[in-house]
């Protein structure tokens, strides 16, 4: 079914494109609908629904009588009273494809009229009873949108039942024309989709009308059809589509009808009684078409064992919270208030805050400022809890952010709170500058980058500094630009550091030529010297800006150099040929630059010395998402200076950062022996962690600071045991959209996707022995609900989804540095189940149809191949 939709949509667009270049003089329909004259059609609606994987689909179809005559006019404009005469509603059956009979609201509906003005094809005004039901007022809506036609090849705006659309006619033949829609608004739909496309949800949408006319332009038949199809991005099995197609056809009838004896159109509407004006859309917030969400307390009950703490990390925790979600995003303050403080809830106190900073809502925050000082060192675990969940948060509201940044004010006993609540005033600011319909120029934005930059200023400290640097890097306004290029050539480390890591956080997009040649003058240390991490920062940004031939010969030609930065050599290598890997046009070029000299393509180029590495892997693959494995590691003086391990989902387009883990270390080259590569005596013995989720950096967390605290957790073995890192719940996928069907009903696509962390750690080091041992576990529970739904009156069609799965990540690493350092690492993921539930149902008063599909696959688990010289060490190591 999809397939043959997709061919049809394509189709469409080319014949969109076709009509542009057509024209036709217009034909006179100023006879059409004689005054005292009325027509009888057959009407027909048939709507289908399905799932992307297909199976039995669900629908109705709707079949009745329209009357339709014309009780006043003059040449140009009319008055036409519309009758709706027993309708009858068919539904799909419980055994196979075919409809039955069904009784309905529609069977009793009252037996009201309906009227439009009419002027050479426009409809100008609809008028309908006071007393007609929300889902049949927007039927027959529907029915008088069917009668908006002209007899002229061009493109038009119009507004119909669909909202405001750009419209193209097309001849066909001297009486039958074509009418497509395209780009139909309204102001009063809501929507709400994330910015990043490789975690959103497309939709295509397809409206096509084939109408034929009599002599005198009166409408003789009208077959009006449309399609809409959603997918998830990031999983392409999910989704599923509507197709209705409704049709009037002159059945022959022609009989007399009274008239209104009135100067103007407005006066015979006066004369009518009981009737009122309707703009032509329709109304998609009316009673019957909102979705049905749970009370929310209930909800919490049933999820109560899944928001459990050993649950994080695993795909029931992730599920709870999108299913709930909806429901917390509609209840008062005082709902969630009687949550948080239940005493039989205070075990899943940190799942619930998840929950809070999912919400976004003005109450849930209130609620959370209710039972949380955030300026209290004992409540300062819930705080960090909740502030570094509503970073990630899909909803920023500006009253929230208002309100933190008034926080900001006062004085913390615990510094790294408000670290925390720095950061996470930035990356709120960063989401809503990318809301529909928001930019940086926003007000509150504003206020963000004034009190960040301003803070930053009045900095003496480094660290001070560092934390204010972190939170540009999260904000990514395009204003903090030469701030942060000032900041590059600080004489401290850490702000030079921090503040290329800033940079190297934009899109590529964002840079232009004058910004690559500032990155080359740093990594080539051409104003001064900078540390090995500034430069392998600028070089990452200097690859994704797709750089030439000429500037990957120079490239080539400084692993020729006399520079002693080895490692910043074979991190440049290992960048070039993962590059490679990825990119073919970036290897095409790379071969190019290779081949134009001799000097270049040989071992003294390819045979770089050095333990640094970088390499790309597929982690996750359809029916999952499409899911890359990022991993760098720069070494400094034979130990790990800068780790990064990268988890993204990919598409075509586009790649977005589900979780990205930073590990840095400065000052431990001591305990390896002497290095040939550059070091500063000066370095302080420092090492810790960073972690970015969805895009949000928080503040570091530090293992040790001074040899005094790397030795306490050496004799202690404080770090030998697993230690939790970040543990917590955030929404991942957040699309809410609406489109106005053709036939009156609307059609709501909802989709919310969650993502459960557990990261937990350990480091044992043998001074005795020369040797330490690294384990990262890196644990996740992804679920993906979805609904497809079209409600009204008198029928409910609903396609629901939900994907789960947990993939799981460990990297283990195992230094030897008793001789020669050797470094050993090991990167594997066990085998993951991906479920995949389907259930698809229409209902009506008194009868139910349910369909239900399972799917399960089980995805192998492997070790990832990183190169041979790691697969060689890992021999000598653990053998």
């Not at 014309?70 to 509603?89: M, N, R, V």
């Not at 003005?362 to 960090?384: L, P």
């Not at 004058?514 to 990155?519: I, L, V």
């Not at 930065?565 to 190019?592: H, S």
Request: proline residues 3%.
């Amino acid at each position: 079914m999809i397939n043959i939709r997709n061919l049809l949509i394509i189709a469409a667009v080319i014949t969109y494109f076709g009509f542009c270049c057509l024209s036709k003089p217009a034909e006179p329909i100023t006879d059409a609908f004689p005054v005292g004259s009325e027509r009888s059609y057959a009407l027909v609606n048939e709507v289908t629904v399905n799932h992307r994987k297909g199976g039995k689909n669900i629908g109705y179809r709707l079949n009745g009588i329209l009357k339709v005559g014309a009780i006043w006019g003059t040449d140009e404009q009319k008055l036409l009273k519309f009758h709706l005469i027993s309708p009858k509603l068919q539904t799909k059956s419980k055994t196979s494809d075919n409809y039955v009979d069904q009784t309905s609201p529609l069977d009793i509906v009252s037996d009201l009229e309906f009227y439009a003005t009419w002027e050479l094809g426009k409809i100008t005004k609809s008028f309908f009873s006071k007393k007609e039901d929300a889902s049949v007022l927007n039927l027959k809506k529907a029915l008088i949108s069917l009668f908006q036609y002209q007899l002229m090849d061009g493109r038009y705006t119009e507004e119909d039942i669909s909202g405001s659309c750009d419209v193209v006619y097309r001849t066909k033949s001297p009486n039958r024309y074509e009418k497509m829609k395209t780009n139909c608004k309204g102001d009063d739909l809501g929507y709400h989709s994330r910015d990043t496309t490789a975690i959103g949800v497309s939709v295509v949408s397809w409206r096509m009308s084939d109408f034929v006319v009599t002599q005198e332009g009166t409408l003789d038949k009208v077959e009006s059809r449309e399609y809409h199809e959603i997918a998830v991005n990031a999983f392409k099995s999910a989704g599923g589509g509507l197709e209705s197609v409704i049709s009037l056809k002159f059945d022959g009838s022609i009989s007399n009808i009274q008239t209104i004896k009135e100067a103007t159109v407005g006066a015979a509407v006066k004369s009518i009684k009981g009737i009122k004006s309707q703009p032509l859309p329709s109304n998609v917030d009316s009673k019957s078409g909102r979705p049905k969400t749970p009370n929310l307390k209930d909800l919490v009950k049933s999820f109560k064992d899944d928001l459990a703490d050993e649950h994080v990390g695993k795909f029931r925790n992730a599920l709870a919270i999108a299913k709930m979600v909806p429901s917390a995003r509609s209840a008062t303050k005082d709902e969630l208030l009687q949550i948080l403080k239940s005493h039989t809830m205070k075990d899943y106190r940190g799942q619930l805050l998840d929950l809070m900073a999912a919400t976004q809502t003005k109450e849930s925050h209130d609620a959370v400022r209710s039972i949380i000082d955030f300026t209290s060192a004992e409540q300062q675990t819930d705080a960090e809890r909740y502030l570094q969940s509503l970073a990630i948060g899909t909803r920023p509201r500006p009253a929230v952010i208002k309100e933190l940044l008034q926080l900001t004010e006062k004085k913390f006993s615990e510094p790294k709170m408000e670290d925390t609540l720095v950061q996470t005033i930035a990356s709120m600011g960063y989401r809503y500058a990318r809301l529909p319909n928001q930019n940086y120029d926003s007000e509150i934005v504003k206020a963000i980058e004034g009190y960040l930059l301003k803070s930053l200023k009045t900095c003496k400290e480094p660290l001070s500094k560092v934390k204010f640097l972190r939170a540009l890097q999260n904000l990514q306004s395009p204003a903090v630009k030469s701030v942060l290029w000032t900041n590059v050539y600080d004489s401290e480390r850490l702000v030079t550091v921090a503040a290329m890591k800033a940079l190297r956080s934009y899109p590529s997009r964002f840079w232009l030529d004058d910004d690559k040649k500032e990155f080359l003058k740093v990594f080539y240390q051409q104003i001064r010297k900078f540390d090995s991490s500034v430069r392998t920062l600028a070089l990452d940004v200097i690859l994704e800006l797709q750089p030439s031939v000429t500037e990957i010969t120079e490239l080539l030609h400084f692993l020729r150099s006399n520079d002693k930065a080895f490692e910043v050599k074979q991190y440049l290598l290992q960048n070039l040929i993962m590059k490679g890997d990825r990119c073919p046009e970036f290897r095409v070029r790379l071969t190019e630059a290779l081949s134009s000299e001799p000097l270049l393509n040989n071992y003294h180029i390819i045979g770089q010395k050095g333990l640094s590495t970088a390499l790309s892997r597929m982690f996750s693959k359809p029916p999952s998402f499409n899911g890359t494995l990022l991993s760098i590691q720069e070494v400094h003086g034979g130990v790990l200076k800068r780790g990064v391990v990268d988890m993204t989902v990919d598409t075509n387009t586009d790649h977005f950062s589900l979780f990205t883990l930073e590990l840095y270390a400065a000052g431990l080259s001591s305990f390896m022996g002497g290095s040939d590569e550059d070091t500063d005596a000066n370095e302080s013995t420092t090492a810790g962690m960073e972690i970015k989720v969805q895009g949000a950096y928080f503040r570091p967390l530090e293992f040790f600071n001074g040899q005094g605290e790397l030795m306490g957790h050496v004799w202690s073995g404080t770090a030998s045991e697993p230690t939790p890192a970040y543990t917590a719940t955030s929404l991942l996928h957040d699309h809410e959209e609406i489109l106005r069907l053709q036939n009156g009903a609307s059609l709501r696509i909802n989709v919310l996707g969650a993502l459960s962390i557990d990261l937990n750690g350990q480091v044992q080091l043998s001074l005795w022995n020369k040797n330490a041992h690294c384990q990262v576990d890196k644990n996740m529970g992804i679920a993906l609900t979805g609904s497809i739904s079209s409600e009204t009156s008198f029928i409910s069609l609903n396609v629901g989804f939900t994907i789960t799965e947990e993939p799981k990540l460990q990297l283990l690493t195992d230094t030897d540095f008793s001789s020669d350092v050797q470094l050993c690492m090991q990167l594997t993921q066990p085998e993951v189940v991906m479920r995949h539930d389907i259930t698809k149902v229409q209902q009506v008063p008194g009868y139910t149809l349910r369909r239900k599909m399972n799917f399960v696959h089980r995805l192998p688990g492997f070790t990832h191949y990183l190169n041979q010289k790691n697969n060689d060490m890992c021999r000598s190591i653990l053998s």
